[in-house]
């Protein structure tokens, strides 16, 4: 469907990488690409370049582009992600509460 919220516009931060990325944003405010690459040693750059893109495609994640040399670039969270964030919160304190609970049924089903 068209007009599906799952597809149009979850599945664009609904991943591992992108919502780690929103979480870490909103800590640390404005970071640039070699902190967040650092912050998250186990991405690579690639991966980390397009899970940006794609958050700032939506409008989560804004991007600053100084003109110095060499070139300097900033990410943070618009106003949009940040209202994001107290959802993100919420999923995470869920899967702290049944993770134990999750992983048995994983461990049941193999």
Request: with cysteine; aromatic share 8%; glycine share 4%.
């Amino acid at each position: 469907m068209a007009t599906c919220p799952m597809r149009n516009v979850i599945a664009h931060f609904a991943n591992k990488w992108s919502m780690l990325l929103l979480v870490i944003l909103n800590e640390f405010g404005v970071m640039r690409f070699n902190e967040l690459s650092r912050a998250i040693p186990d991405i690579s750059p690639k991966v980390l370049s397009g899970h940006l893109k794609t958050l700032e495609s939506v409008g989560l994640v804004k991007r600053i582009l100084y003109a110095e040399v060499p070139p300097r670039t900033e990410y943070e969270l618009t106003e949009l992600g940040k209202s994001l964030i107290p959802i993100l919160n919420q999923l995470s304190e869920w899967g702290r509460q049944n993770l134990k609970t999750v992983t048995r049924y994983l461990k049941n089903s193999q």
